[in-house]
Every structure is written in structure tokens, then in C-alpha cells.
């Protein structure tokens, strides 16, 4: 069991930054130290309560992942051990099981997302266009229906505390090149494909996922940040699945649904989340750890 941590403080190495989640640190001129805290964001608004357990088991669904899918495409992972590049026995603790040592690449300016169902921006998108991201889909889809085949819907990186925003296919060969962008596409659809049946035997459907690129100096192309954790992707149990409703995630979903029963304008800073929703989403997470690589801890 590792220690809660709601922020990292890692003196001996720079820190470069800190997204919702990750707290990023150089390592040299080459790698970088990636710390998964057990913060959590809401409608991108990061929550002043930490989830215990979330980084562990980010950490350990993503270097399952990332093992996994190494023959599509190669990963950001050094096989470095964390605790070797931080000075004190105090850093050691924070970063033991929940960091990475990871190349330092130039990431793309995209997000990759995979979707396999009707479900969330890709719904919304529909109801008003018949479309997702520019893509024609039939007539006559219900909320959380399987598509016909996964579909490529790119989105842009937004800036902390900013949305996310659905791109078609024309905006990604503009921003990264024709060539690159078909290479992105082809490589998310078959990372989708695999993990969605491998996850099925487990029980668990990837309803969607989005993964995050890089590339060398070379311009070789890497998977990096997180892959197929419960914070990038929809996870829904197999058993609960049926078309026209939206099935309980394996994620934060729980918290999601509590602070919609709040009055409150999903602007920071966030409200405090009562210990039975911190406890009930610890369980989830390790839920989705255990059923997909047998490992609780």
C-alpha cells in the first residue's frame, strides 16, 4: 500500500509541471520523472480531496497496457526504477508504485480517442448532427450503442482548467501532416481493438479510450502519457450493459453523479466529497485493476 499523496515534492530533480493528475519532473536532458498523485478532477476542476489507492492503480493499469500493446507501437517506459533517479528515503516513499521513468519526447498536439459506443461528447455530437467529428454514422442510434466499427475522433489538447474540443480528421492532417495523422489513426483503431477484447474477456467493455503520442528526435512515434487506465478511457461492466442507458464506469463516475446532486457552478475550487463517495470510488478503481490484471496490490 502506498502512501496517499495529494501533491508531490520532489526537490532533488526540477519539476517541470503539474497536470490534474501528474506531477512531471526532469530527469537529465532526456527523461522524465512522471509522479501519478491521487488527485482527482471533476469537470476539470482538480477536487481538494485525494482518492487513496488512484495513483497506485493508474500507474499499475497503465504498465500493464503499455507491456501489452508493445508489439503495436513502442512506449515511453525506460524500465528505469523511480526510486533510483530521487535523492531522499522521503522521496522514494512518494514516488514507490505510482511513477514512471519515461523518455522525454515531443508529444502531438492531439488527443487519439478511440471510441467503439455512442456515449458522452460523441452522443451529444450525434443528437445534433448525425455525426462524430465529421464522420457519418446511421440513422436510428440509441444512447449507448455499439458502433457499427470504432470510430477515430481526435480532439485538441486544451489547457488546464479548459475543455477538451472534439477535431475532425481534415484538422489533424493539418496540425501534424497527412502522412503522420493516418499513422496516429491506424495505430489508436488497432491499440482500441485489442485492448476492447482483451477487457471483454474480463468482463469489462471499453466503451471508449484516448491516447496520447510522442516522437523522437528521429521522429519515431511513441505511446506515452497514460493508456487504457480508468481516467482515459469508458470501462463499463459487461453484466450492467444495455442500450439506451448509460452503464456505471469503473472511474469517477461516482463522483461525477455526487456533485451533480450539488449546487455548485463547476468552477474551482471544488467542493469536498464525503468519505462514502472517497471510499466507494478507492473500490472502483481497484476494481478495474483487479479484473483486468488479476493484481489488487
Known sequence: MTQTLFESSIT???????????????????????VVTDRL?????????????????????????????????????TGIDPETVVASDDERAQVRGRSMVVKRLKPLP????????????????????GQVCGIDLPAGLQLGQKLP???????????????????????VEKLIGAELAAKVRDITLRLYREAAAFAGVKGIIIADTKFEFGLDDTGRLYLIDEVLTPDSSR?????EYQVGISPPSFDK????????????????PGPKLPQAIIDKTTAKYNEALARLTGASE
Not at 152 to 161: L, S, V, W
Request: proline letters at 6%.
Open 110 to 129: 492531439i488527443e487519439a480517442v478511440a471510441r467503439g459506443y455512442l456515449i458522452g461528447s460523441g452522443w451529444k455530437d450525434y443528437q445534433k448532427t
Open 41 to 77: 478532477s471533476a469537470f476539470d476542476v482538480i477536487l481538494p480531496d485525494p482518492i487513496p489507492d488512484k495513483g497506485r492503480v493508474l500507474t499499475a493499469i497503465a504498465d500493464f497496457w503499455f507491456g501489452k500493446l508493445a508489439h503495436v507501437v513502442p512506449s515511453q517506459l
Open 12 to 34: 532533488s530533480l526540477q519539476l517541470l509541471g503539474r497536470g490534474k493528475v501528474r506531477d512531471i519532473y526532469a530527469v537529465g536532458d532526456d527523461k522524465l520523472l512522471i
Open 253 to 268: 463516475q461516482i463522483v461525477r453523479d455526487y456533485l451533480e446532486t450539488l449546487d455548485w457552478d463547476k468552477k474551482a
Open 149 to 171: 466499427q470504432p470510430v477515430f475522433t481526435p480532439a485538441t489538447k486544451a489547457e488546464m482548467g479548459d475543455h477538451d474540443e472534439n477535431i475532425d480528421y481534415a484538422t
Open 235 to 239: 470501462f463499463w461492466p459487461a453484466s
